[in-house]
């Protein structure tokens, strides 16, 4: 029996995917390294639950993932940043305004991922907040009950990123519209969002009292959403001025 592949108008899924790409000038290369990469981090991370010290440097507080995250963040809110700048010269307000938030968001979620400095500056934590943080710091994402509600955020925002923008630019096939380019992100980045949905889907759904190994892996699939978030702002924001230079308009 002969099997089919999933195919669009231009050909498989990667195809459809490539032409995806190349409306941002991405090329089949790097669409491969970000369709791959995320998937081999993500079993190099967990492999190293196996030597304890090794996950611990990796993951804990105030170390390599935390702080990656943090700059990583930081990066994306002034990338976005510059995307809602630009749409708000263009005259796109209701956009700009969308990238604004986007930018406000990603500087919450880098805040929240340091304790906003709390233990670089060495603050306090109000003893009213220590009674309701779990870790007793001056954070919102760790007070109980708070937790799944942001659980629940971040696995829309995967599934957002991953499912919906999916459908929205496969039935496109290479040829999206000027809103749907600006407000979902490339089929490339796929697979970091991806991983963050399923990761905090399970959380949500099956593993809410999750021992050290699993809250700390989280880590990791908090840094996918922090590049994702950086390479769907960095892509969108050559491409506005690579339009611009062109003398196109945003259509």
Known sequence: MKTTAVRGRGGDLLTVVEQDADTLGVSPGTVRRFLVLPWVGAVLVASTALYRPLFRFLTKEDRILEWAQFVVLVLAAVVIAKVAAHLRREGRLPLAVVWGLFAVGCVVIAGEEIAWGQRVLGLET?????????????????????????????????????????????????????????????LFLGSLFLIVAGYKAARLLFLHEARFIVVKYGEYVELCLAVGFLAFGWYTLRWLRERAAAGEPLG
């Open 126 to 186: 109000p003893p009213t907040l220590d009674e309701i943080n779990h870790q007793g710091q001056i954070t919102a994402h760790n007070i109980r009950g708070v937790q799944d509600a942001i659980n629940l955020v971040f696995t829309a925002a995967g599934l957002y990123g991953s499912v919906v923008a999916g459908v929205l630019r496969w039935r496109a096939r290479g040829a999206p519209s000027t809103t749907v380019r600006l407000l979902t992100p490339p």
